[in-house]
């Protein structure tokens, strides 16, 4: 029998004390986890701040460009891009997973994703870190 | 079976639609970035800029459906979270009604929003 088809009690994914038994599938479901709760946090944030365009042209325009100026904000992007890209290209892996496709190498899937988004957001930090150090 | 890990019930209305929105996020908040990160740096951004953007049609629709089809697929991923977590009884029921009621102002909030900006071009 293949480890992809083995039937076994991995427990309860919930059960974080047992990080260190966790599979690549499992460490995939904690990693999706992670960064949908950071973008719907976001989400919300993003639209809150946006908002002061109701204050007018000049709020709004002095709001991104005050927050853009602040280095620690261009780094905090590198990182929300970091989750985002994380978090589509798991979710193309659990759209083919759904779809029954290449689900034997759905744990190296997991590794290509976080891989090509170590490489994406690490390439984007001179377009991201532009004019604030 | 595969290592498969969900949060969804395969076959609801929830798990279908979770995956529709998905798809359709996956193009759209990669084009968002791209647009607002790349093409047009973010520190470069002014009410101008946005209202015009906002004054193109297919934009605005575009980010109407983006904002509307994010909050669905973030609210509803979150309230499966929870579910996964344990969520039960008259919590679950306070839970899912409190991201409804917050999820509706979310979008009703990003609409006025993006009437604004798409005014002030």
Redesign the interface.
Known sequence: MSR??A?YDRGA??DFGRWREF????W??VFH?FT??V??GY??TH?AV??T??SG??A??ST??GL??QAIVRVL?VGL?AV?VFH?LN??R??L??LGLG??H??RAFYASLILTAVIAVA?VP??V???F | MAERYSSFAPGGTSWLLQRVTAAFLIVVLAFHFFLLHFVNHAADITFAGSAARMAEWGYYATMILFLVTATFHGVNGVYNALINQGLDGTTKTVVKWGLIVAGLLLIAQGIRLANVLAGGA
């Open positions: 992809a088809t039937q994914i919930e599979t690549a599938g499992m995939a479901w986890k949908g709760w973008l719907i989400l919300f639209i946006l908002s365009a109701m042209p000049g709004f325009t991104i460009q853009e100026g992007e891009l985002a589509i979710g193309v659990l759209l997973v759904d689900l034997e759905q744990d984007s377009v991201f532009e004019g604030a």
